[in-house]
């Protein structure tokens, strides 16, 4: 397992397009890139199944 923190796997969850953007790119900046979004609890169940 790495401890690189490109390796990481992150999982946005917020119901505000303006928010969930937000920390997307702040996320990006810091430099996570494997990045999903999703805006609620539905979608993010969905996602974390694949």
Same mark, same amino acid.
């Given at each position: 397992?790495?401890? =690189?923190?490109?390796?990481?796997?992150? @999982?946005?969850?917020?119901?505000?397009?303006? /928010? =969930?953007?937000?920390?997307?790119?702040? @996320?990006?900046?810091?430099?996570?890139?494997? /990045?999903?979004?999703?805006?609620?609890?539905?979608?993010?169940?969905?996602?974390?199944?694949?």
């Amino acid at each position: 397992m790495s401890n =690189n923190i490109t390796d990481a796997k992150i @999982l946005i969850v917020e119901d505000e397009p303006q /928010i =969930n953007r937000l920390v997307e790119l702040v @996320l990006q900046s810091a430099g996570y890139y494997k /990045i999903r979004k999703a805006y609620d609890g539905r979608e993010a169940l969905n996602l974390i199944k694949i």
